[in-house]
């Protein structure tokens, strides 16, 4: 299912069916194309939690398959009474191959530090 760097996945008739993979994929822990989403939302805030992601459109446009998705987040910090509940938007865009979708894995961009500052 992936060589290094990529994830490939079944390639579908329909921009709905893609949708509805794309989903049930992202949403199973087990998944290899998990690693194709930016899942992180720390930026937001270091204890903001993840879950449920939806991909709210597909584009099929020649050997391109574009998707967006949206996730849900929650931010709790008793300390600061503190309890969010938002969603957070992204965006996918793969490449079709004899095997399927090919999608590049997320490469976070480097952590910040205080010293980045200086």
């Known amino acids: 299912m992936s060589s290094t760097g990529t994830i490939t996945i079944a390639a579908l008739d ?42 709210v459109d597909v584009e099929i446009a020649g050997d391109l398959i574009h998707a967006h998705y949206e996730m849900d987040y929650n931010v709790y910090n008793g300390c600061k009474d503190m309890d969010i509940d938002d969603s957070y938007e992204g965006f996918v865009t793969g490449v079709r191959t004899a095997a399927g979708w090919e999608f590049d894995e997320f490469v976070p961009p480097p952590k910040r530090d205080t010293v980045d500052e200086f």
């Not at 993979?21 to 903001?48: G, K, M, P, T, Y």
């Open 14 to 55: 329909t921009p709905e069916e893609m949708r509805e993979l794309l989903e049930s994929l992202a949403n199973d822990d087990e998944s290899d194309f998990r690693r194709v989403l930016d899942l992180d939302v720390s930026h937001i805030d270091q204890r903001a939690q993840t879950f449920d992601v939806r991909f």
